[in-house]
């Protein structure tokens, strides 16, 4: 299944992860605490508009199966069991939350040498219904989702998206929004040896005919510290600097500047990882 095509989110990734991934404009925090018995405690928060939002949550895993509970600022209760090789190739995962009593949903994953296959339906009368699909292989792929409300009997999404894969590139061409939208993405590794990178996206909306992109690029100044940089058509410039002070634990400073708005102070954002 490692030479097989990843499930239909993962087309474009690989781009957009260096266009978007670490980028944060509040005062963020994420400590991790593995346990070699199973059981971990992950805990986020993060400042924003003055505000502090955040969450708590631990995992269990014990042979085929695995529960993760979140308790967030909001005294909201998630909880998500999941069972890998259900039958051959196939994952099941059940989520639900507390107090709403319509949150439940049932997700199956079925990932094989030649094809990638999603389901999610939720647990009530009138679900609504996912369902993505790829084939293809690791290098070479094809793919479509679609979502049904059977309450109102109308389609919530439809989009395909198609990828090409290579060690030192990745490509992909995806039609969006009900057809409405067309992306195009792309990933150039310029040189290994110092992990430098380049990426860029360009949407076309056929209803407005309006066009945006974005380019940025990566490098690693030295194997601890990673910078990024990403120019917008909107005027937006960020960059980003991130390094791992400590083994698997990462500070991460980011910053934006939209030049079309002179009397605006550009946004500054820290992220702090710990991982024990």
């Known amino acids: 299944m490692g030479n097989g095509p990843a499930p239909y989110p993962n087309i474009g990734k690989r781009a957009k992860d260096l266009l978007t991934k670490d980028y944060n404009y509040d005062h963020k925090f994420l400590l991790s605490l593995p346990s070699s018995t199973g059981m971990g405690l992950v805990a986020t928060g ?106 109102s009997s109308s389609f919530t999404k439809y989009n395909a998206g198609i990828s090409f894969n290579r060690p030192d590139f990745s490509a992909a061409l995806m039609l969006l929004d009900k057809g409405q939208t067309l992306k195009a993405s792309y990933i150039q590794s310029v040189s290994s040896s110092s992990g430098t990178e380049i990426a860029a996206e360009m949407t076309h909306s056929f209803t407005s005919s309006e066009n945006k992109f974005s380019f940025g690029s990566s490098h690693m100044v030295d194997p601890l510290t990673m910078v990024k940089a990403r120019f917008s058509n909107d005027g937006r410039v960020a960059m980003l600097c991130q390094r791992e002070w400590r083994p698997k634990s990462l500070i991460t400073v980011s910053a934006e500047h939209d030049t079309k708005a002179v009397n605006t102070a550009p946004k500054l954002g820290i992220t702090l990882a710990l991982k024990p």
């Open 46 to 151: 993060s400042k924003i508009n003055q505000y502090f939002v955040g969450d708590i949550s631990t995992e269990y895993k014990s042979g085929r199966t695995a529960v993760n509970v979140k308790v967030n600022t909001s005294s909201n209760i998630s909880t998500k069991v999941t069972v890998n090789d259900v039958l051959p190739c196939m994952n099941a995962a059940c989520s639900f939350d507390i107090p709403d009593h319509k949150s439940g949903k049932l997700d199956l994953h079925y990932l094989h040498h030649r094809a990638a296959i999603c389901s999610s339906i939720g647990l009530h009368p009138a679900p609504l219904l996912e369902l993505s699909a790829v084939i293809g292989d690791k290098g070479l792929a094809l793919g479509g989702e679609v979502g049904l409300d059977t309450a």
